[in-house]
């Protein structure tokens, strides 16, 4: 991906802030939630989404327009905020879910290769779900504090 469409981290604290809040907010809002030093440099950061098309300005500050979807590694649902392996782990657990379940119903047999690669497919899920999870907390409370 391009850098010009990438987001850093700062940059997408404020978008993260903006979504959560749900409403508009001035440059001093966001300068002041996210301990910024300067206005300057939370306009920086809000000029920089709206040029991407995240946010829009209007008379009562900027505010989030894509609310859902996925962005960086996070998977934004209205004011829910998970990392992207959320879905990763969602699929590969249902999926283990079914073969277990088929198996003690008998509908289909028990094979070695299948428990691996589906036990292997679930753990692997659960560590990124956890390393995602563990980095999107520390960075949403960077914002809150």
Do not use: C
Not at 118 to 134: A, K, M, P
């Amino acid at each position: 991906m391009s850098d010009e469409f990438r987001l850093g981290e700062t940059t997408l604290r404020v978008y993260l802030l903006l979504v959560r809040e749900g409403r508009a907010m001035s440059i001093r809002e966001v300068q002041k939630a996210l301990g910024f030093s300067s206005p300057g440099q939370a306009y920086h950061h809000l000029e920089r989404l709206r040029l991407l098309g995240l946010v829009i300005r209007d008379s009562d500050g900027y505010r989030a327009v894509k609310r859902d979807g996925v962005l960086e590694g996070v998977l934004i649902v209205r004011t829910a905020i998970l990392p992207r392996a959320a879905f990763y782990l969602g699929f590969s657990s249902t999926l283990t879910t079914a073969y277990v379940i088929g198996v003690l119903l008998r509908l289909t047999r028990l094979d070695l290769f299948a428990v691996v690669a589906l036990s292997s497919l679930l753990v692997f899920s659960i560590i990124e779900f956890n390393d995602q999870w563990v980095k999107l907390r520390r960075l949403l409370r960077q914002y809150r504090a």
